[in-house]
């Protein structure tokens, strides 16, 4: 999930960055009258700016079709599944802690997966969810 992130900020940059250059593509076409004088605007900043726009589309479709929905049954019985603190974890096992910690983590997730210290989270609703493994689907 953290690589769909990355594809929606880096899509939307680019696209972006990419309509800025038609857009000074443009204001440098329209002031010249003769059209030799015109293909340095279109060679340097309208053409890159539309390749630009087209790579930034690409991108964020991408990251729209990595983006996972949520799975049947993930939410606790009576749940309004607009929130996302009612989502069950990910994994068929408890969430866990770091004592003093303040994320909750799948089992599995590198970061408490060989910590002796662990212990459930016990749904402790101050806990946020791990950047890395993310316990709860969005």
């Not at 999930?1 to 940059?13: E, I, K």
């Not at 440098?28 to 589309?57: D, H, K, N």
């Given at each position: ?14 696209a ?79 969430p ?43």
């Open positions: 999930m953290p690589t769909a992130r990355f594809l929606l900020w880096g899509g939307l940059v680019a972006a960055g990419g309509a800025l250059l038609c857009v000074l593509g443009w204001y440098g076409i329209s002031g010249e009258r003769f059209a030799e004088r015109q293909l340095p605007y279109l060679a340097s900043c309208t053409v890159p700016g539309a390749a630009l726009i087209v790579a930034g589309a690409v991108l964020i479709g991408t990251a729209a079709t990595r983006t996972p929905a949520r799975p049947a049954g993930s939410l606790r019985p009576g749940a309004d599944p607009t929130d996302p603190d009612t989502a069950v974890p990910s994994s068929g096992e408890p866990l802690r770091v004592p003093g910690g303040t994320l909750a983590h799948r089992p599995d997730c590198p970061l408490v997966a060989d910590r002796a210290d662990a212990v459930p989270a016990a749904g402790d609703p101050a806990l946020a969810p791990c950047p890395v493994c993310e316990p709860w689907p969005p």
